[in-house]
């Protein structure tokens, strides 16, 4: 059984990367900070009885379910209003920056030149576009797989589906993404 403080270390630990996830998923940052909320209530609620080394696939399972309720609130909502426009939520003037997940172990032994730092942002900030671009079965096992660094099972176990198809849709995630940053000039 986790203790409150094991329950409060873990989300703790989750927070910014549950975060980060749920903007790739919904493309909203308010709603990605509603959909983490509900979720770290819900395990609170429900699991925190648990012990402490299952709350990280309980978590993601959470996670995963209420970005599906979140979009199919979505369609609800969307379902009087056809036009195109009411889907696209992705903002491109937000603060939202992928570079601080990237950050140095130490930065003074690391000097980077305005130039190369301004590079590698623009690269990152193509990267994100390509990552939100993908099918979102792809996107969620990619991120689950490669953000969350879980393994096969836990992914197959969080996303409700095969491991077969969790290889599959990281594959084609990988595919894609690799064909398109190179399309645009970025190689590995």
């Not at 703790?12 to 770290?40: G, P």
């Not at 980077?112 to 099918?135: C, G, N, V, Y």
Request: with cysteine.
């Amino acid at each position: 059984m986790a203790t409150e403080q094991e329950l409060n270390d873990f989300l703790k630990s989750v927070e910014k990367r549950a975060f980060k996830r749920s903007v790739y998923h919904v493309r909203n940052e308010e709603a990605a900070l509603d959909i983490v909320q509900d979720s770290m209530m819900k395990l609170a609620e429900h699991y925190g009885d648990k012990p402490g080394e299952e709350l990280p696939m309980l978590f993601q399972r959470i996670l995963s379910n209420c970005t599906l309720d979140w979009f199919r609130r979505q369609k609800t909502r969307n379902a009087l209003f056809s036009n195109l426009s009411d889907f696209e939520s992705a903002s491109e003037d937000g603060d939202f920056d992928l570079l601080e997940t990237f950050s140095g172990t130490d930065d003074s032994q690391r000097v980077e030149s305005a130039e190369d730092s301004t590079r590698r942002k623009q690269i990152f900030h193509q990267i994100e576009a390509e990552i939100m671009e993908l099918p979102a079965r792809q996107r969620e096992a990619f991120l689950m797989r490669y953000w969350e660094e879980m393994d096969v099972a836990e992914t197959a176990a969080a996303m409700g589906c095969s491991e077969g198809s969790v290889k599959t849709h990281c594959s084609r995630a990988v595919q894609a993404l690799s064909k398109a940053l190179m399309a645009k000039g970025i190689q590995p």
